[in-house]
């Protein structure tokens, strides 16, 4: 019913009435004598080939036409010609569709390398055999909105601003009822970006923020995009280039010379587009801890000491010295902004403030020892308290 080129088919008749003389066959539309196959006489069995014949054809006793190994040009229409001892003649139409054994088609592209939403893809199915399409995506049928684009045979395929989930491998298949086969794969890629270019610092996304290291201290600043093809770099610090194609930049020892603001530009070659990314990079302020020390550390009757202040603010604003808690009374002297110190009513003439928020009592005696106080505040309104036990020894032999 469905004979594939090759095949021996047998055109077999049904409903021969009466004592026959001769059949003939033609292999055309109309009983002309070009389309003649064969003439076949009943009673002696000769056939006589005709113009149409092709060495394949051969007539049976009962009337049916056996072709040996068709081939697709024997499709067509078949005519059967009876002749019976009235000469009265009788005539049956049939039709014969012989399929092709496919040969591999072949997906010819206008282009394999095209840039997201700009290029126009075009992919065409070759095949020299009239036969069904389909396409394939990634092994894949065709997904519907893709096929949309396709020319009403389904041969060629159109998609206009191609998206970069269209990359991929495509085919195509012709197929009939008897053979089925499938192209090559021709791959696709789509060049795109770069997008969302961002800074990286141990994995951890650090565009436009600033990044804060202590002195001497190493880092190093990855470059992120999404991009086809892997896009070129270039680094720029505070502005100024830097002699640095890679997607990494690396501070090898932090110091003031290197704070500032690093900037990633990614560039694409084929799609022309670029990106870019920020982060600004600073020392750590030093933070150091405000201690008092006395000096000497184990002051006697009679000398000088020196409540030595170490990490102080820098951006001090103004300090006071209390003997005891810090309340109005107790306070021995303060320091302002313009650098003088002023006694408080604690005072006993034998203290003296700097500027390093230091206190020097002169000429201890026992009433001296207990505990100070120091409280400093900065320019921004930080206020911090610290506090010192004074011992003072008696010399020895005193009450």
Same mark, same amino acid.
């Given at each position: 019913a469905q004979p594939a080129e090759g095949d021996n088919v047998t055109l077999a008749v049904h409903g021969l009435l009466g004592e026959l003389l001769a059949y003939n066959w033609y292999a055309g539309p109309t009983l002309s004598l070009t389309y003649l196959v064969a003439s076949y006489i009943v009673s002696t069995g000769d056939e006589t080939p005709g113009p149409a014949h092709t060495g394949r054809e051969a007539v049976r006793p009962d009337g049916s036409l056996d072709i040996q190994g068709v081939l697709p040009r024997h499709s067509g229409t078949y005519i059967l010609q009876t002749l019976n001892r009235q000469l009265q003649t +009788?005539? *049956?139409?049939?039709?014969?569709? =012989?399929?092709?054994?496919?040969?591999?088609?072949?997906?010819?592209?206008? $282009?394999?390398?095209?840039?997201?939403r700009r290029d126009t893809l075009r992919l065409m199915c070759s095949s020299p055999s009239p036969a069904e399409v389909r396409w394939f995506f990634n092994g894949e049928a065709l997904p519907i909105a893709i096929r949309l684009g396709q020319s009403?045979?389904?041969?060629?395929?159109?998609?206009?601003?191609?998206?970069?989930? +269209?990359? *991929?491998?495509?085919?195509?298949? =012709?197929?009939?009822?008897?053979?089925?086969?499938?192209?090559?794969?021709? $791959?696709?890629?789509?060049?795109?970006?770069?997008?969302?270019?961002?800074?990286?610092?141990?994995?951890?996304?650090?565009?436009?923020?600033?990044?804060?290291?202590?002195?001497?201290?190493?880092?190093?600043?990855?470059?992120?995009?999404?991009?086809?093809?892997?896009?070129?770099?270039?680094?720029?610090?505070?502005?100024?280039?830097?002699?640095?194609?890679?997607?990494?930049?690396?501070?090898s020892s932090m110091t003031a010379a290197q704070e500032g603001t690093y900037t990633c530009i990614a560039k694409n070659p084929k799609t022309l587009l670029s990106g870019s990314a920020s982060v600004v990079v600073k020392l750590t302020a030093a933070a150091v801890a405000m201690t008092i020390v006395p000096v000497p550390t184990k002051p006697m009757e009679g000398q000088d000491v020196t409540l030595t202040v170490q990490g102080y603010p820098k951006d001090l604003l103004v300090y006071a010295w209390y003997r005891g808690p810090a309340s109005e009374p107790n306070r021995l002297l303060s320091q302002l902004p313009s650098g003088n110190w002023i006694a408080g009513p604690a005072h006993t003439g034998r203290e003296v403030g700097f500027a390093n928020c230091s206190l020097l009592v002169q000429k201890l005696n026992l009433t001296d020892a207990g505990r100070y106080m120091l409280k400093t505040v900065t320019l921004q309104g930080k206020t911090e308290t610290l506090e010192v036990e004074l011992q003072v020894p008696p010399l020895e032999g005193g009450e």
């Open positions: +009788e005539v *049956g139409y049939g039709h014969l569709q =012989v399929y092709e054994i496919l040969a591999q088609p072949v997906v010819m592209a206008n $282009n394999t390398a095209l840039v997201e009403p045979d389904g041969r060629v395929l159109t998609r206009h601003g191609i998206r970069r989930e +269209e990359a *991929g491998a495509y085919q195509c298949e =012709v197929w009939n009822p008897v053979s089925v086969s499938r192209s090559e794969p021709i $791959n696709l890629t789509v060049y795109f970006g770069p997008e969302r270019v961002a800074i990286l610092q141990d994995s951890t996304a650090r565009t436009g923020c600033t990044i804060k290291l202590d002195f001497n201290t190493s880092l190093t600043l990855w470059c992120v995009s999404q991009s086809c093809p892997e896009p070129e770099y270039v680094w720029a610090f505070n502005g100024r280039a830097l002699k640095n194609g890679r997607d990494h930049l690396n501070i």
